[in-house]
């Protein structure tokens, strides 16, 4: 257990509609960040949160979302879902963005749309 | 903007074999580098990380990488691979001040067999 908890594991949904896939960072970590997984994309970053303000966004596409709450847990939200969503969704945590911490990262959500 | 190529997608080995990952960055400036496993239905986690220092690295599971500075090169090696060494090898690369998030391969699968 890396101390990162994502739920759900999996998600099975029909295209067009929406998800929320949530993150509790490992205990003491302030930033949180999410990770798209695909096969022939590979690891993508999406977007950063420290501390519960929006750091950075990567490949992120307009129909996503995401926020940091208070308690420091992260939802990202997904809407108008496409067959090409489909994908592995990771969310890590880190102490702070400095660069020489690794992340520590979560099991991952898997989005199946159908 | 960092960049990492994993050479080879897929590299299959007999136990007791010795194994070697490859993995080769662009960075204008210097960077951090670091090596994920990710085993099936799993997160990534850490096998080592390269901050500065010795150039060769000692992680967990008796893997250990090299950092080659004129190459851009920080290729995994591990002496006598196992069954269990089976999974999916990252790896990735930060900058080393500023602001910039892990930017990862696109992974090579270690494919172990009897």
């Known amino acids: 257990d890396s101390g990162v908890t994502q739920t759900p594991k999996h998600l099975i949904t029909a295209t067009g509609q929406r998800v929320t896939l949530r993150c509790s960072p490992r205990?003491?970590?302030?930033?949180v960040y999410w990770y798209q997984q695909s096969l022939d994309q590979g690891l993508q970053f999406l977007i950063h949160?420290?501390?519960?303000?929006?750091?950075a966004k990567g490949n992120i596409l307009e129909r996503f979302s995401a926020q940091q709450f208070p308690d420091l847990h992260s939802e990202l939200n997904l809407s108008s879902l496409e067959l090409g969503d489909s994908a592995l969704y990771f969310c890590?945590?880190?102490?702070?963005?400095?660069?020489?911490?690794?992340?520590?990262f979560g099991s991952g959500t898997r989005l199946t749309v159908v | 903007a960092q960049s990492v190529t994993q050479l080879d997608s897929q590299v299959p080995v007999f136990e007791e074999a010795p194994v070697e990952l490859r993995c080769n960055y662009s960075?204008?400036?210097?960077?951090?580098l670091f090596w994920y496993v990710q085993y099936p239905n799993q997160g990534l986690q850490l096998l080592l990380k390269?901050?500065?220092?010795?150039?060769l690295v000692k992680g967990i599971n008796g893997f250990e990488a090299e950092f080659n500075k004129s190459q851009t090169s920080f290729h995994l090696r591990k002496p006598s691979v196992h069954i269990s060494d089976t999974a999916e090898y990252f790896c990735?690369?930060?900058?080393?001040?500023?602001?910039?998030?892990?930017?990862f391969g696109k992974g090579t699968m270690l494919l172990v067999s009897p």
């Open positions: 990735a690369v930060r900058l080393n001040s500023g602001y910039s998030t892990l930017t």
């Open positions: 205990s003491g970590d302030l930033s």
């Open positions: 949160y420290y501390n519960g303000e929006e750091r």
């Open positions: 390269y901050l500065s220092g010795s150039t």
């Open positions: 890590a945590s880190s102490v702070e963005p400095a660069p020489n911490y690794g992340y520590t």
């Open positions: 960075s204008s400036v210097s960077v951090y």
